[in-house]
């Protein structure tokens, strides 16, 4: 694979909104695309914080369960 080096300038516009941008000539035509390299070290874990005991719990548990049909059911009839 061939390698391009940027300058600081062009580093910064391509990382600026972290996220996929598109390149374009002086044109506007696209010529590629770039997804900057995310490192997960960063972002903060935002999923439930649940713990294995509870989650063992709910997996024994005899309560009732509900699919997804039926949850999406309930709601459309409130």
């Known amino acids: ?3 391009i080096n940027l300058d600081a300038a062009m580093v910064e516009k ?3 909104p972290m996220q996929p941008v ?3 000539d002086e044109l506007g035509n696209v010529i590629g695309f770039f997804s900057p390299k995310m ?3 960063q972002f903060e874990d935002v999923g439930p914080k649940i713990s294995d ?3 063992e719990r709910r997996l024994n ?3 009732r369960r509900y699919s997804t049909a ?5 709601l459309e009839n409130k």
């Open 1 to 3: 694979m061939n390698r």
């Open 14 to 16: 391509l990382l600026g």
């Open 22 to 24: 598109e390149v374009c």
């Open 39 to 41: 490192d997960a070290s």
């Open 53 to 55: 005991e509870e989650i």
């Open 61 to 63: 548990s005899k309560e």
């Open 70 to 74: 039926e949850v999406l059911r309930h």
